[in-house]
C-alpha cells in the first residue's frame, strides 16, 4: 500500500494535467492577470468539481502552471502553461508584493497590528510583557531561572533570531503561515514582512522567519 504523501502526489499531478485539458488559457491568464494560486482553487471550484482536498488542489494548480517531471508508469512528465520559469518568478514576486501590500493595508484601515502604535508603544510592550513573563517564571522556577548559563545563552540567541530584533506581531506570524501554505520561499516571506509592517526596512531575516516555521512545526507535531 503506497503511503497517503504518495498517493497525493499522484492525485495532484493527475489533477495539473487535467487542469490544463479543461481550464487551460483561463487558469494561465487568471494566474498571470494577478490571481493567486489560492483565489484559483475558489474561482474554479476546484476542490468541488475534482472532489480534492486543499492541498491536492493547490498542488495540483501549480503543476498545471508549471509543468511535472513526475515521470514513472502511470504518469509521463507535462510542460505547464507558462513554461517560462523566469516569468513565473516574476509573476509570483509580483503576487507576493500584492499580497504584502494588501494585508499591510487592510489591517492599517482596521486599526491593527503595529500600525496603532507608536516605537514607544512598542517598545514599552515589548518591556512590559517580558518583565511580566520573566517575573512569572521566576516565581515558578520556570524558563531560564532554572537552567544553567549555557541554556540561558541558546535560548537568548533562539529568542533574537526568532524576533529579528523586533517584537513579533500575530498578523505577522499568521502572514508566514499563509505564504508558505501557498508555496512561497523563506526570502520571499521575509521581503513580504518587511514590506507590510516596517516600512521596507530589513527587520524580519530568512532566520527569524525560518525559526518561526519550525516552532509551528514543532508544536504541531506535540
Known amino acids: 500500500m503506497e ?8 492525485r495532484a499531478v493527475r489533477l495539473g494535467k487535467t487542469l490544463q485539458s479543461d481550464l487551460g488559457e483561463k487558469l494561465r491568464d487568471f494566474y498571470k492577470g494577478g490571481g493567486t494560486i489560492y483565489q484559483a482553487i475558489d474561482e ?3 476542490r468541488e468539481i475534482y472532489a480534492v482536498t486543499y492541498s491536492v488542489a493547490r ?3 501549480r503543476l498545471a502552471l508549471a509543468g511535472s517531471n513526475w515521470d514513472n508508469r502511470s504518469f509521463e512528465p507535462y510542460d505547464g502553461l507558462i513554461e517560462d520559469e523566469m516569468e513565473r518568478d516574476k509573476i509570483r514576486r509580483e503576487h507576493l508584493a500584492e499580497s504584502g501590500k ?7 484601515l482596521e486599526g491593527k497590528g503595529i500600525h496603532t502604535q507608536t516605537p514607544e508603544e512598542r517598545r514599552k510592550l515589548a518591556f512590559r510583557g517580558g518583565k511580566t513573563m520573566g517575573n512569572k517564571a521566576y516565581k515558578e522556577k520556570l524558563g531560564v531561572h ?25 498578523e505577522e506570524i499568521k502572514l508566514v503561515h499563509g505564504l508558505k501554505r501557498d508555496g512561497y520561499k523563506t526570502l520571499e516571506i ?3 514582512l518587511n514590506g507590510s509592517f516596517h516600512n521596507g526596512e530589513e527587520i524580519r531575516t530568512i532566520h527569524a522567519v525560518g525559526y518561526i516555521l519550525y516552532q509551528y512545526k514543532k508544536a504541531q507535531s506535540n
Request: no cysteine.
Open 3 to 10: 503511503s497517503k504523501q504518495v498517493a497525493g502526489i499522484r
Open 44 to 46: 474554479f471550484d476546484v
Open 59 to 61: 498542488v495540483g494548480i
Open 102 to 108: 494588501s494585508i499591510g493595508n487592510k489591517m492599517y
Open 146 to 170: 532554572a537552567r544553567s548559563q549555557s541554556q540561558m545563552r541558546k535560548d537568548s540567541l533562539k529568542a533574537l533570531v526568532a524576533r529579528g530584533g523586533t517584537l513579533w506581531s500575530e
Open 190 to 192: 521575509a521581503q513580504s
